[in-house]
């Protein structure tokens, strides 16, 4: 998949990281603010615009999550499914944040404010987008490819304010929107790799205690990342394991319904996925 080369976007980019919370205590922000004149364009986007660029909310990092997301607020991406609270959306964060699969969700360039549309005095309504880059694993990438993806991240944040200027905003829900072909170029990439087949049935067999019958992974708490696979014990060849490679290699790669790529059903990505995040819940 192609690096992006240019974003054609008719909004010119506003450097929200330049606005510094102390500035909102001394003085009136201008509103509309610079160069957002078409999208920022009422008092009250203006007051949901700067409380949110006030928070310090970095949907790549999950440092920032705690001050802006309650233990009810949803994440929805359509291709893996639906993340609840702070520590089940940044368990979605770290399968490319923490260098299994994907080392790192690098930000390229500044954040796009592109829509408020929806928004009034009692709720908020923002759409974002930033370009983030995805370096591959290359030992799980087929025959060891090096691998770099550039790739638009848009979200469309559904927040409240909340009158401390400490942690301004609360967010109910977020969905996220990456291009399908991130996810039917990329997972297949990995999941048609010995190393993958091998991960997921370590972590199924040996990690999870899991069988033949055992039908799925649940997703849970993130901490640590997969480092520790090649430098543990050697893992003894089972009946179950071999079971396992058969079952796994025998499965889709993806699951292809309508214009896009799942990876939340019986299938290779959706096994990567799950076995990912349960080794970091047993590593804890």
Do not use: W
């Amino acid at each position: 998949m192609a690096p992006f080369s240019s974003i054609a976007f008719a909004i010119v980019t506003f450097v929200i990281t330049l606005i510094a919370k102390p500035a909102l205590a001394q003085q009136s922000p201008p509103c509309p603010p610079p160069q957002l004149e078409g999208v920022v364009d009422t008092q009250e986007k203006c007051n949901c615009f700067y409380s949110l660029v006030g928070s310090g909310l970095d949907l790549g990092d999950s440092s920032t999550f705690k001050s802006v997301f309650a233990e009810d607020s949803v994440q929805n991406f359509s291709q893996t499914g639906q993340y609840v609270g702070p520590e089940g959306i940044a368990e979605y964060l770290s399968f490319v944040k923490d260098g299994a699969f994907v080392k790192d969700y690098i930000r390229i360039g500044q954040p796009l404010f592109l829509d408020m549309t929806g928004t009034t005095m009692q709720s908020c309504v923002a759409t974002v987008a930033d370009r983030r880059r995805l370096p591959a694993n290359s030992e799980f990438t087929v025959d060891n490819q090096e691998t770099c993806v550039d790739v638009l991240n848009g979200s469309t944040i559904y927040y409240s304010l909340t009158g401390n200027q400490a942690a301004p905003i609360l967010i109910e829900k977020i969905n996220v929107y990456l291009p399908d072909a991130l996810v039917s170029d990329l997972i297949p990439l990995f999941a048609d790799s010995p190393a993958t087949a091998n991960y997921v049935c370590d972590v199924l067999v040996n990690t999870c205690k899991r069988t033949k019958t055992s039908k799925s992974l649940k997703s849970s708490k993130s901490l640590k990342s997969f480092k520790s696979l090649k430098s543990s014990k050697k893992r003894k060849t089972s009946k179950a394991m071999s079971n396992c490679l058969k079952e796994f290699n025998a499965l889709p790669t993806v699951d292809e319904i309508g214009a896009l790529t799942y990876i939340d059903g019986d299938s290779k990505g959706c096994r990567i996925l799950h076995s990912f995040f349960a080794y970091r819940v047993a590593s804890k």
